[in-house]
């Protein structure tokens, strides 16, 4: 069945540029998300990408999509301390449901 | 502009009683839906709904009603709770009409069960 895989957690130092990457089985789906949990919160969407697009870029944030590899990744440049959060990646199928990531720890060190 | 809310925001319940989760969204949503999140294993879905009076099961809709009467409210009913339903529940909404498919959330409804 359709499965999405991503790290459980990624550390990183204020500062650098944090990658979380995501894995997809399901080639038929419209488009990919990432979404930021913060503590105690529920999700907010962070940023998507369509799937005919190969990367999108929105201030800080870059999607990269490698369809071939059903890749997608999320790169935060000059991680700060607001960005500690669970980042959950999800694709979206045919009848509109969501198959979700278990979901990134991002944890900043000083 | 309230978006998703859910209550109760935390609740204890001894195994076998019964209870139900409150979720209402203000922003004319046509879908809405109920995940349990644990530890390690990200969101799941117990049973969503496209409209007022359609309910469909999800992933694990097992020990769970839902009933869908109006757009605004979609109330999660749990008939004999069990430990195995500890969690962390949250109701998400969308508009249908746009493809994007954003899921707003709301802050989440800790339950558990002795």
């Known amino acids: 069945g359709e499965d999405v895989e991503q790290s459980l957690f990624l550390s990183v130092r204020e500062g650098d540029s944090s990658v979380i990457n995501c894995t997809y089985t399901d080639s038929s789906s419209t488009y990919l998300y990432w979404y930021k949990q913060e503590p105690g919160a529920g999700l907010q969407l962070l940023t998507y990408i369509f799937s005919n697009m190969d990367m999108k870029q929105d201030q800080r944030l870059t999607v990269l999509l490698n369809k071939k590899d059903k890749h997608l990744s999320l790169r935060i440049a000059d991680t700060q301390t607001g960005d500690s959060a669970i980042y959950f990646c999800a694709e979206s199928l045919m009848n509109y449901q969501l198959i979700w990531g278990a979901g990134t720890k991002l944890i900043i060190k000083p | 502009n309230a978006g998703v809310t859910q209550t109760p925001k935390f609740q204890v319940l001894k195994t076998g009683q019964s209870m139900t989760l409150q979720c209402a969204q203000d922003?004319?949503?046509?879908?809405m839906s109920w995940y349990r999140q644990d530890p390690g294993m990200g969101l799941r879905l117990i049973h969503y709904?496209?409209?007022?009076?359609?309910?469909d099961q999800g992933e694990v809709p097992n020990g769970y009603n839902v009933s869908r009467s109006t757009t605004e409210d979609f109330p999660l009913r749990l008939l004999s709770a069990a430990p195995s339903q500890t969690s962390v529940y949250f109701c998400?909404?969308?508009?249908?009409?746009?493809?994007?498919?954003?899921?707003?959330f709301g802050e989440g409804s800790r339950l558990t069960v002795l």
């Open positions: 922003m004319n949503h046509e879908y």
């Open positions: 998400a909404s969308s508009y249908r009409g746009t493809n994007t498919g954003e899921l707003f």
């Open positions: 709904s496209v409209g007022a009076g359609i309910t």
